[in-house]
Protein backbone atom coordinates (compact mmCIF):
# COMPACT_ATOMS: atom_id res chain seq x y z
CA UNK A 1 0.00 0.00 0.00
CA UNK A 2 1.50 3.45 -0.83
CA UNK A 3 2.55 5.98 1.86
CA UNK A 4 -0.40 8.58 1.11
CA UNK A 5 -2.69 5.73 0.25
CA UNK A 6 -2.06 4.52 3.94
CA UNK A 7 -2.58 8.48 5.32
CA UNK A 8 -6.16 8.39 3.76
CA UNK A 9 -6.87 5.29 6.13
CA UNK A 10 -5.39 6.97 8.57
CA UNK A 11 -7.34 9.66 8.45
CA UNK A 12 -10.63 8.10 7.41
CA UNK A 13 -10.05 6.18 10.31
CA UNK A 14 -9.32 9.19 12.32
CA UNK A 15 -12.64 10.56 11.81
CA UNK A 16 -14.75 7.43 12.35
CA UNK A 17 -13.26 6.65 15.65
CA UNK A 18 -14.09 10.81 16.50
CA UNK A 19 -17.25 10.15 15.51
CA UNK A 20 -17.79 7.33 17.45
CA UNK A 21 -15.78 8.95 20.59
CA UNK A 22 -18.58 11.91 20.02
CA UNK A 23 -21.19 9.51 20.11
CA UNK A 24 -19.40 7.58 23.36
CA UNK A 25 -18.61 10.75 25.59
CA UNK A 26 -20.75 13.85 24.71
CA UNK A 27 -22.51 14.66 27.58
CA UNK A 28 -22.41 11.26 29.57
CA UNK A 29 -20.47 9.98 32.13
CA UNK A 30 -17.47 7.69 31.60
CA UNK A 31 -18.21 3.91 32.09
CA UNK A 32 -18.79 1.00 29.77
CA UNK A 33 -17.94 3.73 26.49
CA UNK A 34 -14.23 4.05 27.80
CA UNK A 35 -13.19 0.15 27.21
CA UNK A 36 -15.50 0.03 24.43
CA UNK A 37 -13.85 2.83 22.77
CA UNK A 38 -10.64 1.62 23.72
CA UNK A 39 -10.79 -1.90 22.36
CA UNK A 40 -12.10 -0.15 18.74
CA UNK A 41 -9.13 1.74 19.03
CA UNK A 42 -6.65 -1.39 19.51
CA UNK A 43 -8.34 -2.88 16.38
CA UNK A 44 -8.27 -0.38 14.25
CA UNK A 45 -4.55 0.44 14.58
CA UNK A 46 -3.98 -3.84 14.58
CA UNK A 47 -6.33 -4.36 11.55
CA UNK A 48 -4.82 -0.89 9.58
CA UNK A 49 -1.30 -2.23 10.50
CA UNK A 50 -1.85 -4.74 9.17
CA UNK A 51 -3.29 -3.86 5.96
CA UNK A 52 -0.45 -1.09 5.43
CA UNK A 53 1.50 -4.76 5.61
CA UNK A 54 3.46 -3.83 8.67
CA UNK A 55 5.71 -5.94 10.17
CA UNK A 56 4.66 -6.47 13.40
CA UNK A 57 6.31 -7.86 16.21
CA UNK A 58 3.67 -9.57 18.21
CA UNK A 59 6.16 -10.23 21.22
CA UNK A 60 6.12 -5.97 21.85
CA UNK A 61 2.15 -7.00 22.05
CA UNK A 62 1.72 -8.38 25.85
CA UNK A 63 1.08 -4.86 27.32
CA UNK A 64 -2.36 -4.85 25.84
CA UNK A 65 -3.66 -7.33 28.00
CA UNK A 66 -3.05 -5.01 31.45
CA UNK A 67 -4.09 -1.87 28.98
CA UNK A 68 -7.68 -3.77 28.33
CA UNK A 69 -7.92 -4.68 31.46
CA UNK A 70 -7.25 -1.24 33.08
CA UNK A 71 -9.43 0.62 30.20
CA UNK A 72 -12.49 -2.39 31.87
CA UNK A 73 -11.65 -1.10 35.79
CA UNK A 74 -12.79 2.70 34.46
CA UNK A 75 -16.60 1.19 34.11
CA UNK A 76 -16.28 -0.89 37.57
CA UNK A 77 -14.31 1.36 40.24
CA UNK A 78 -16.02 4.53 41.13
CA UNK A 79 -13.02 5.79 42.98
CA UNK A 80 -11.98 8.89 40.90
CA UNK A 81 -8.10 8.02 42.11
CA UNK A 82 -7.98 4.67 40.95
CA UNK A 83 -10.13 5.85 37.50
CA UNK A 84 -7.58 8.58 36.94
CA UNK A 85 -4.75 6.19 37.72
CA UNK A 86 -6.37 3.58 35.23
CA UNK A 87 -6.71 5.85 32.50
CA UNK A 88 -2.78 7.38 33.06
CA UNK A 89 -1.95 3.58 32.48
CA UNK A 90 -3.83 3.03 29.71
CA UNK A 91 -2.66 6.22 27.70
CA UNK A 92 1.05 4.83 29.16
CA UNK A 93 0.81 1.22 27.67
CA UNK A 94 -0.76 2.49 24.84
CA UNK A 95 2.06 4.76 23.80
CA UNK A 96 4.27 1.96 24.38
CA UNK A 97 2.96 -0.60 22.56
CA UNK A 98 2.73 2.02 19.16
CA UNK A 99 6.65 2.82 19.78
CA UNK A 100 7.36 -0.88 19.93
CA UNK A 101 4.68 -2.19 17.53
CA UNK A 102 7.03 -2.73 14.31
CA UNK A 103 10.57 -2.63 16.15
CA UNK A 104 12.24 -5.54 16.07
CA UNK A 105 13.66 -5.45 19.91
CA UNK A 106 12.01 -7.29 22.38
CA UNK A 107 9.95 -4.34 24.19
CA UNK A 108 10.86 -6.67 27.71
CA UNK A 109 14.43 -6.35 26.84
CA UNK A 110 14.62 -2.23 26.08
CA UNK A 111 16.18 -0.07 29.43
CA UNK A 112 13.31 2.48 31.41
CA UNK A 113 15.34 5.05 29.52
CA UNK A 114 14.07 4.04 26.20
CA UNK A 115 10.57 2.78 27.31
CA UNK A 116 9.86 6.18 28.95
CA UNK A 117 11.57 7.96 25.64
CA UNK A 118 8.63 5.56 23.76
CA UNK A 119 5.71 7.26 25.94
CA UNK A 120 6.42 10.41 25.63
CA UNK A 121 7.51 10.28 22.16
CA UNK A 122 3.83 8.57 21.07
CA UNK A 123 2.91 11.68 23.10
CA UNK A 124 4.23 14.37 21.19
CA UNK A 125 3.42 12.99 18.26
CA UNK A 126 -0.13 12.34 18.75
CA UNK A 127 -0.23 15.66 18.97
CA UNK A 128 1.34 16.96 16.19
CA UNK A 129 1.61 13.76 14.36
CA UNK A 130 -1.65 14.24 12.03
CA UNK A 131 -0.43 17.25 9.97
CA UNK A 132 1.64 14.77 7.65
CA UNK A 133 -0.80 12.95 7.22
CA UNK A 134 -3.70 15.27 6.18
CA UNK A 135 -0.97 16.77 3.56
CA UNK A 136 -0.60 13.28 1.98
CA UNK A 137 -4.19 12.55 1.90
CA UNK A 138 -4.60 15.75 0.23
CA UNK A 139 -2.08 14.71 -2.21
CA UNK A 140 -3.58 11.56 -2.44
CA UNK A 141 -7.00 12.93 -3.03
CA UNK A 142 -5.61 14.54 -6.04
CA UNK A 143 -4.31 11.58 -7.51
CA UNK A 144 -6.13 10.15 -10.42
CA UNK A 145 -4.83 6.70 -9.94
CA UNK A 146 -7.92 4.35 -8.95
CA UNK A 147 -6.89 4.65 -5.17
CA UNK A 148 -7.53 8.07 -5.47
CA UNK A 149 -10.60 8.35 -7.28
CA UNK A 150 -11.84 5.57 -5.52
CA UNK A 151 -11.38 7.20 -1.85
CA UNK A 152 -12.98 10.45 -3.16
CA UNK A 153 -16.12 9.00 -4.34
CA UNK A 154 -16.37 7.45 -0.26
CA UNK A 155 -15.67 10.18 1.04
CA UNK A 156 -18.19 12.33 -1.09
CA UNK A 157 -20.87 10.28 -1.46
CA UNK A 158 -20.97 10.05 2.74
CA UNK A 159 -20.87 13.79 2.68
CA UNK A 160 -23.87 14.35 0.25
CA UNK A 161 -26.00 11.39 1.65
CA UNK A 162 -25.38 12.08 5.57
CA UNK A 163 -27.61 15.52 5.49
CA UNK A 164 -30.40 13.64 2.76
CA UNK A 165 -30.60 10.96 5.67
CA UNK A 166 -31.57 13.66 8.08
CA UNK A 167 -33.77 15.58 5.99
CA UNK A 168 -35.79 12.43 4.82
CA UNK A 169 -35.48 10.62 8.47
CA UNK A 170 -37.09 13.97 9.80
CA UNK A 171 -40.07 14.01 7.67
CA UNK A 172 -40.90 10.27 7.57
CA UNK A 173 -40.78 11.25 11.79
CA UNK A 174 -43.09 13.62 11.08
CA UNK A 175 -45.39 11.96 9.23
CA UNK A 176 -45.38 8.88 11.68
CA UNK A 177 -45.46 8.55 15.08
CA UNK A 178 -44.41 5.07 15.61
CA UNK A 179 -41.07 5.89 13.10
CA UNK A 180 -40.60 9.36 15.35
CA UNK A 181 -40.21 7.24 18.63
CA UNK A 182 -37.95 4.80 16.69
CA UNK A 183 -35.98 7.80 15.92
CA UNK A 184 -36.17 9.52 19.40
CA UNK A 185 -35.04 5.79 20.51
CA UNK A 186 -32.06 6.07 18.70
CA UNK A 187 -31.18 9.86 19.40
CA UNK A 188 -31.56 8.86 23.07
CA UNK A 189 -29.27 6.14 22.79
CA UNK A 190 -26.49 8.06 21.12
CA UNK A 191 -27.45 11.46 21.89
CA UNK A 192 -26.11 13.18 18.72
CA UNK A 193 -28.66 15.88 18.24
CA UNK A 194 -28.41 17.13 14.94
CA UNK A 195 -29.68 20.64 15.53
CA UNK A 196 -28.65 21.91 18.71
CA UNK A 197 -25.02 22.13 20.42
CA UNK A 198 -23.89 20.90 17.15
CA UNK A 199 -20.61 23.21 17.10
CA UNK A 200 -19.28 21.28 20.52
CA UNK A 201 -20.20 17.67 18.64
CA UNK A 202 -18.10 19.07 15.52
CA UNK A 203 -15.20 20.31 17.68
CA UNK A 204 -14.73 17.17 20.26
CA UNK A 205 -15.04 15.12 17.34
CA UNK A 206 -12.42 17.32 15.54
CA UNK A 207 -10.34 17.05 18.09
CA UNK A 208 -10.83 12.94 18.68
CA UNK A 209 -10.50 12.45 15.23
CA UNK A 210 -7.24 14.52 15.12
CA UNK A 211 -5.22 13.01 18.32
CA UNK A 212 -6.32 9.28 16.96
CA UNK A 213 -4.69 10.33 13.20
CA UNK A 214 -1.46 11.27 14.77
CA UNK A 215 -1.37 8.38 17.50
CA UNK A 216 -2.30 5.61 15.03
CA UNK A 217 0.10 7.12 12.66
CA UNK A 218 3.24 6.95 15.10
CA UNK A 219 2.99 3.21 15.64
CA UNK A 220 2.23 2.52 11.65
CA UNK A 221 4.73 4.91 10.12
CA UNK A 222 7.84 3.30 12.25
CA UNK A 223 7.18 0.05 10.47
CA UNK A 224 7.29 1.40 6.97
CA UNK A 225 10.88 2.84 7.62
CA UNK A 226 13.79 2.13 9.70
CA UNK A 227 12.61 3.18 13.15
CA UNK A 228 15.20 6.34 14.60
CA UNK A 229 17.20 5.44 17.17
CA UNK A 230 16.43 7.45 20.35
CA UNK A 231 18.94 9.34 22.35
CA UNK A 232 19.16 6.21 25.19
CA UNK A 233 19.12 3.27 22.50
CA UNK A 234 22.22 1.10 22.92
CA UNK A 235 23.41 -0.31 20.14
CA UNK A 236 22.97 -4.30 19.32
CA UNK A 237 25.78 -6.10 20.40
CA UNK A 238 27.43 -9.07 19.39
CA UNK A 239 27.22 -12.28 21.11
CA UNK A 240 30.71 -12.16 22.23
CA UNK A 241 30.18 -8.91 23.52
CA UNK A 242 26.91 -10.01 25.58
CA UNK A 243 28.46 -12.76 26.69
CA UNK A 244 31.42 -9.97 28.01
CA UNK A 245 28.81 -7.45 29.26
CA UNK A 246 26.38 -10.52 31.23
CA UNK A 247 30.17 -11.85 32.82
CA UNK A 248 32.07 -8.94 34.25
CA UNK A 249 35.32 -9.75 36.08
CA UNK A 250 36.17 -12.57 34.39
CA UNK A 251 39.21 -12.25 32.52
CA UNK A 252 39.07 -13.69 29.19
CA UNK A 253 35.46 -12.18 29.10
CA UNK A 254 37.27 -8.80 29.25
CA UNK A 255 39.52 -9.51 27.03
CA UNK A 256 36.44 -10.79 24.35
CA UNK A 257 35.07 -7.20 25.26
CA UNK A 258 38.26 -5.34 24.73
CA UNK A 259 38.45 -7.23 21.21
CA UNK A 260 35.02 -6.51 20.28
CA UNK A 261 34.79 -3.21 20.68
CA UNK A 262 38.49 -2.63 18.73
CA UNK A 263 37.64 -4.43 16.06
CA UNK A 264 34.00 -3.54 15.71
CA UNK A 265 34.31 0.26 17.23
CA UNK A 266 30.80 0.57 15.93
CA UNK A 267 29.01 -2.06 18.14
CA UNK A 268 30.93 -0.69 21.41
CA UNK A 269 28.78 -0.55 23.88
CA UNK A 270 28.61 2.88 25.48
CA UNK A 271 30.24 3.38 29.21
CA UNK A 272 29.30 5.89 32.03
CA UNK A 273 31.11 9.30 32.02
CA UNK A 274 31.21 8.92 35.87
CA UNK A 275 33.42 5.18 36.19
CA UNK A 276 34.32 3.82 39.98
CA UNK A 277 36.32 1.08 41.13
CA UNK A 278 35.82 -1.49 43.00
CA UNK A 279 37.65 0.28 46.14
CA UNK A 280 35.43 3.35 46.19
CA UNK A 281 32.50 1.04 45.50
CA UNK A 282 33.47 -1.60 47.95
CA UNK A 283 33.98 1.64 50.93
CA UNK A 284 30.66 3.01 50.15
CA UNK A 285 28.78 -0.14 50.29
CA UNK A 286 30.42 -1.68 53.01
CA UNK A 287 30.21 1.53 55.65
CA UNK A 288 25.99 1.81 54.27
CA UNK A 289 26.10 -2.14 55.65
CA UNK A 290 27.62 -1.45 58.47
CA UNK A 291 25.18 1.46 59.66
CA UNK A 292 22.28 -0.68 58.13
CA UNK A 293 23.20 -3.57 59.93
CA UNK A 294 23.09 -1.48 63.15
CA UNK A 295 19.71 -0.02 62.58
CA UNK A 296 18.41 -3.31 61.87
CA UNK A 297 20.10 -4.26 66.01
CA UNK A 298 18.52 -1.79 66.75
CA UNK A 299 15.15 -2.64 65.31
CA UNK A 300 15.34 -5.84 66.43
CA UNK A 301 16.07 -5.02 70.28
CA UNK A 302 13.18 -2.09 70.58
CA UNK A 303 11.06 -2.38 67.53
CA UNK A 304 10.41 -6.13 67.20
CA UNK A 305 11.13 -6.30 71.05
CA UNK A 306 8.09 -5.00 72.15
CA UNK A 307 5.88 -2.31 73.93
CA UNK A 308 7.77 -2.29 77.44
CA UNK A 309 11.18 -1.93 75.09
CA UNK A 310 9.93 1.09 73.20
CA UNK A 311 8.46 2.84 76.36
CA UNK A 312 11.74 2.63 78.05
CA UNK A 313 13.31 5.18 75.72
CA UNK A 314 10.21 7.70 76.39
CA UNK A 315 8.24 6.73 73.41
CA UNK A 316 4.88 5.88 73.10
CA UNK A 317 4.31 2.29 70.63
CA UNK A 318 2.00 4.56 68.27
CA UNK A 319 4.98 7.75 68.40
CA UNK A 320 7.39 5.32 67.62
CA UNK A 321 5.43 3.83 64.66
CA UNK A 322 4.30 7.39 63.49
CA UNK A 323 7.71 8.51 63.69
CA UNK A 324 9.86 6.07 61.16
CA UNK A 325 7.30 4.89 58.55
CA UNK A 326 8.26 7.52 55.62
CA UNK A 327 12.10 7.92 56.07
CA UNK A 328 12.27 3.85 56.09
CA UNK A 329 10.21 4.13 52.60
CA UNK A 330 12.74 7.21 51.57
CA UNK A 331 15.57 5.53 52.52
CA UNK A 332 14.61 2.24 50.82
CA UNK A 333 14.28 4.08 47.82
CA UNK A 334 17.63 5.63 47.95
CA UNK A 335 19.13 2.50 48.76
CA UNK A 336 17.54 1.32 45.31
CA UNK A 337 18.98 4.14 43.65
CA UNK A 338 22.75 3.78 44.81
CA UNK A 339 23.00 0.27 44.10
CA UNK A 340 21.56 0.73 40.54
CA UNK A 341 24.13 3.59 39.99
CA UNK A 342 27.03 1.74 41.66
CA UNK A 343 26.45 -1.13 39.43
CA UNK A 344 26.36 0.57 36.85
CA UNK A 345 29.15 2.72 37.14
CA UNK A 346 31.74 0.12 38.67
CA UNK A 347 34.70 -1.56 36.70
CA UNK A 348 35.25 -5.04 38.03
CA UNK A 349 38.08 -6.59 36.15
CA UNK A 350 38.20 -9.78 38.04
CA UNK A 351 35.89 -12.74 39.29
CA UNK A 352 36.94 -11.61 43.10
CA UNK A 353 35.81 -8.30 42.75
CA UNK A 354 32.46 -9.35 41.01
CA UNK A 355 32.36 -11.67 43.91
CA UNK A 356 32.89 -8.74 46.77
CA UNK A 357 30.57 -6.24 44.81
CA UNK A 358 27.69 -8.63 44.51
CA UNK A 359 28.35 -9.79 47.99
CA UNK A 360 28.30 -6.48 49.46
CA UNK A 361 24.79 -5.54 47.26
CA UNK A 362 22.99 -8.54 48.33
CA UNK A 363 23.92 -7.99 51.65
CA UNK A 364 22.54 -4.05 51.15
CA UNK A 365 19.76 -5.52 49.69
CA UNK A 366 18.90 -7.83 52.35
CA UNK A 367 19.04 -5.35 55.12
CA UNK A 368 17.01 -3.25 53.40
CA UNK A 369 14.49 -5.82 53.23
CA UNK A 370 14.22 -5.87 57.21
CA UNK A 371 13.76 -1.83 57.22
CA UNK A 372 10.58 -2.60 54.46
CA UNK A 373 9.50 -5.34 57.00
CA UNK A 374 10.14 -2.86 59.60
CA UNK A 375 8.09 -0.23 58.18
CA UNK A 376 5.30 -2.25 56.81
CA UNK A 377 4.94 -3.18 60.55
CA UNK A 378 4.77 0.26 61.85
CA UNK A 379 2.24 1.39 59.74
CA UNK A 380 -0.05 -1.76 60.77
CA UNK A 381 0.16 -0.45 64.06
CA UNK A 382 -0.37 3.31 63.13
CA UNK A 383 -3.49 1.77 61.13
CA UNK A 384 -4.49 0.24 64.24
CA UNK A 385 -4.36 3.33 66.21
CA UNK A 386 -5.15 5.76 63.70
CA UNK A 387 -7.21 4.10 61.33
CA UNK A 388 -6.78 3.63 57.60
CA UNK A 389 -6.40 6.31 54.71
CA UNK A 390 -5.99 6.23 50.99
CA UNK A 391 -2.12 7.82 51.86
CA UNK A 392 -1.70 5.00 54.02
CA UNK A 393 -3.07 1.96 52.52
CA UNK A 394 -1.61 3.57 48.76
CA UNK A 395 2.33 3.72 50.59
CA UNK A 396 1.27 -0.02 52.78
CA UNK A 397 0.67 -1.72 48.88
CA UNK A 398 3.70 0.53 47.46
CA UNK A 399 6.09 -1.45 50.03
CA UNK A 400 5.39 -4.31 48.77
CA UNK A 401 5.93 -3.88 45.51
CA UNK A 402 8.94 -2.00 46.45
CA UNK A 403 10.33 -5.62 47.63
CA UNK A 404 9.63 -6.84 44.15
CA UNK A 405 11.74 -4.49 42.67
CA UNK A 406 14.34 -5.12 44.74
CA UNK A 407 14.06 -8.75 44.09
CA UNK A 408 14.59 -7.53 40.09
CA UNK A 409 17.60 -5.76 40.80
CA UNK A 410 18.99 -8.98 42.40
CA UNK A 411 18.28 -10.91 39.14
CA UNK A 412 19.44 -7.66 37.22
CA UNK A 413 23.05 -7.60 39.62
CA UNK A 414 23.88 -11.86 38.54
CA UNK A 415 22.97 -10.72 34.79
CA UNK A 416 19.82 -13.41 34.81
CA UNK A 417 18.59 -11.37 31.87
CA UNK A 418 19.28 -8.65 29.48
CA UNK A 419 17.73 -5.38 31.19
CA UNK A 420 15.84 -7.45 33.63
CA UNK A 421 15.38 -4.26 35.81
CA UNK A 422 13.74 -2.40 33.06
CA UNK A 423 10.97 -5.35 32.68
CA UNK A 424 10.75 -5.54 36.37
CA UNK A 425 10.23 -1.80 36.99
CA UNK A 426 6.92 -2.01 34.05
CA UNK A 427 5.64 -5.45 35.71
CA UNK A 428 6.31 -3.76 38.97
CA UNK A 429 4.40 -0.89 38.28
CA UNK A 430 1.35 -2.63 36.37
CA UNK A 431 1.30 -4.74 39.35
CA UNK A 432 0.83 -2.09 41.70
CA UNK A 433 -1.91 -0.81 39.93
CA UNK A 434 -3.87 -4.11 39.64
CA UNK A 435 -3.50 -5.25 43.13
CA UNK A 436 -5.70 -1.20 43.68
CA UNK A 437 -8.44 -2.12 41.52
CA UNK A 438 -8.66 -5.96 42.81
CA UNK A 439 -8.47 -4.22 47.02
CA UNK A 440 -11.02 -2.00 45.70
CA UNK A 441 -9.73 0.77 47.89
CA UNK A 442 -12.37 2.51 49.24
CA UNK A 443 -13.64 -0.80 50.13
CA UNK A 444 -11.40 -2.05 52.12
CA UNK A 445 -10.50 1.43 53.54
CA UNK A 446 -14.16 1.66 55.22
CA UNK A 447 -14.87 -2.10 55.86
CA UNK A 448 -10.98 -1.99 57.78
CA UNK A 449 -12.25 1.06 60.12
CA UNK A 450 -15.87 -0.32 60.64
CA UNK A 451 -13.69 -3.42 62.17
CA UNK A 452 -11.91 -0.99 64.15
CA UNK A 453 -15.25 0.55 65.41
CA UNK A 454 -16.80 -2.80 65.99
CA UNK A 455 -13.57 -3.56 68.58
CA UNK A 456 -14.56 -0.41 70.44
CA UNK A 457 -12.09 2.12 68.51
CA UNK A 458 -13.26 5.59 66.92
CA UNK A 459 -14.81 6.07 63.84
CA UNK A 460 -14.69 9.08 61.55
CA UNK A 461 -18.03 9.63 60.30
CA UNK A 462 -16.46 12.72 58.13
CA UNK A 463 -14.08 10.83 56.24
CA UNK A 464 -16.19 8.21 55.48
CA UNK A 465 -18.41 10.48 54.28
CA UNK A 466 -15.71 11.18 51.77
CA UNK A 467 -15.42 7.64 50.36
CA UNK A 468 -17.03 6.75 46.97
CA UNK A 469 -20.23 4.25 46.45
CA UNK A 470 -17.06 1.61 46.09
CA UNK A 471 -17.94 1.02 50.10
CA UNK A 472 -21.48 1.13 49.33
CA UNK A 473 -21.93 -2.63 50.32
CA UNK A 474 -19.92 -1.99 53.97
CA UNK A 475 -21.67 1.82 54.89
CA UNK A 476 -25.29 0.06 54.49
CA UNK A 477 -24.82 -2.23 57.32
CA UNK A 478 -23.20 0.46 59.28
CA UNK A 479 -26.09 2.84 58.76
CA UNK A 480 -28.97 0.02 59.67
CA UNK A 481 -26.93 -1.01 62.99
CA UNK A 482 -26.91 2.96 64.29
CA UNK A 483 -30.79 2.90 64.42
CA UNK A 484 -30.55 3.70 67.96
CA UNK A 485 -28.64 6.68 67.72
CA UNK A 486 -30.02 8.94 65.55
CA UNK A 487 -27.40 11.73 64.70
CA UNK A 488 -24.79 9.09 64.01
CA UNK A 489 -27.23 7.67 61.81
CA UNK A 490 -27.77 10.87 60.35
CA UNK A 491 -24.26 11.09 58.74
CA UNK A 492 -24.43 8.18 57.29
CA UNK A 493 -28.25 8.65 56.33
CA UNK A 494 -27.04 12.11 54.44
CA UNK A 495 -23.99 10.29 52.89
CA UNK A 496 -26.65 8.02 51.16
CA UNK A 497 -28.88 10.17 50.57
CA UNK A 498 -26.41 12.26 49.00
CA UNK A 499 -24.81 9.90 46.59
CA UNK A 500 -28.57 8.72 45.60
CA UNK A 501 -29.30 12.02 44.52
CA UNK A 502 -26.12 12.31 42.23
CA UNK A 503 -26.83 8.83 41.16
CA UNK A 504 -30.47 10.02 40.55
CA UNK A 505 -28.89 12.76 38.07
CA UNK A 506 -26.66 10.56 36.16
CA UNK A 507 -29.51 8.82 35.63
CA UNK A 508 -31.59 11.18 33.32
CA UNK A 509 -29.29 11.11 30.59
CA UNK A 510 -28.00 7.73 30.89
CA UNK A 511 -27.68 5.48 27.73
CA UNK A 512 -25.84 2.14 27.48
CA UNK A 513 -22.11 3.75 26.51
CA UNK A 514 -22.38 5.23 30.41
CA UNK A 515 -23.02 1.79 31.95
CA UNK A 516 -20.72 1.09 35.37
CA UNK A 517 -21.18 -1.59 37.32
CA UNK A 518 -20.46 -0.02 40.97
CA UNK A 519 -22.39 3.37 40.03
CA UNK A 520 -25.40 1.12 38.46
CA UNK A 521 -25.30 -1.42 41.78
CA UNK A 522 -25.32 1.35 44.25
CA UNK A 523 -28.34 3.01 42.32
CA UNK A 524 -29.94 0.17 42.37
CA UNK A 525 -29.49 -0.67 46.24
CA UNK A 526 -30.02 3.18 46.95
CA UNK A 527 -33.17 3.05 45.12
CA UNK A 528 -34.70 0.38 46.65
CA UNK A 529 -34.73 2.13 50.01
CA UNK A 530 -35.28 5.33 49.17
CA UNK A 531 -38.30 5.74 51.12
CA UNK A 532 -36.44 5.12 54.44
CA UNK A 533 -33.64 7.87 54.14
CA UNK A 534 -34.05 11.29 54.77
CA UNK A 535 -34.26 14.30 52.96
CA UNK A 536 -31.02 15.11 51.21
CA UNK A 537 -29.77 18.54 52.99
CA UNK A 538 -27.14 20.20 50.58
CA UNK A 539 -25.48 22.45 53.65
CA UNK A 540 -25.16 19.14 55.88
CA UNK A 541 -21.66 18.65 53.77
CA UNK A 542 -20.78 21.97 53.21
CA UNK A 543 -19.04 24.17 55.53
CA UNK A 544 -19.83 24.71 58.82
CA UNK A 545 -23.33 26.29 59.22
CA UNK A 546 -25.31 26.97 61.71
CA UNK A 547 -29.08 26.44 61.83
CA UNK A 548 -29.48 28.73 64.83
CA UNK A 549 -31.55 25.91 66.95
CA UNK A 550 -28.33 24.84 68.61
CA UNK A 551 -27.68 22.14 66.23
CA UNK A 552 -24.29 22.44 63.54
CA UNK A 553 -22.98 20.73 60.93
CA UNK A 554 -19.68 20.69 59.83
CA UNK A 555 -17.18 20.73 56.97
CA UNK A 556 -16.38 17.17 56.24
CA UNK A 557 -12.84 18.38 55.71
CA UNK A 558 -12.70 20.35 59.39
CA UNK A 559 -11.49 17.10 60.81
CA UNK A 560 -11.20 18.90 64.18
CA UNK A 561 -14.74 19.14 64.22
CA UNK A 562 -15.60 16.54 62.39
CA UNK A 563 -17.77 14.00 65.13
CA UNK A 564 -16.89 10.39 65.59
CA UNK A 565 -18.31 7.53 66.61
CA UNK A 566 -17.45 5.18 69.63
CA UNK A 567 -19.36 2.07 70.27
CA UNK A 568 -20.78 4.23 73.55
CA UNK A 569 -20.64 7.59 72.23
CA UNK A 570 -20.76 10.64 69.89
CA UNK A 571 -16.91 12.43 70.23
CA UNK A 572 -15.47 15.30 68.55
CA UNK A 573 -12.37 13.69 66.87
CA UNK A 574 -9.33 14.41 68.36
CA UNK A 575 -5.87 15.09 66.87
Not at 550 to 555: A, H
Request: glycine share 8%; aromatic share 12%; net charge negative.
Amino acid sequence: MQRRTIAVWLVIIGVALGLIGTIFFYHKALGLSVPLFIFIFVLAGLATARAAQVNINLRNLWPLVPLIIFALMTAVRADELIRFLDLAAVLALGGLVLGYLARPEPLDEATVPQQTYSVIEASIFSIFGAIPEVGHSWQALRNTSWQGRTVIAVVRGLALALPILIVFALLLGAADGVFAGYLEDIWQIFSFNPSTQLIDQVVLTGALAWGVTGTLAYGINRGLAPAPSSPESEPEASEEEEEAFFAYGDEEAVAMQITAETSLPEKRKSRPLFQLGIIESGIILSLVDVLFGAFVLIQFAYFFGGEATIEARGLSFSQYARSGFFELVAVSILTLGLVLFLDYSTLRGERREQRIFRGLAVLIVALTGVMLVSAAQRMYLYEQEFGFTHLRVYTHVFMLWLGVLFIAFLLSLFRVKRHVFSLGVLLVTTGYLLMLNGMNVDLYIAQRNIDRYSEGEALDLGFLSMLSVDALPVILPLHESLAGRPEAQEWTGQWLAKELNDLDRAQQDKTIFSAHLSYDQAWSQLDAMRDSLPDYDPRFFGYGFDYGDGSRYYNIYETEETPQITPTAVAPAGD
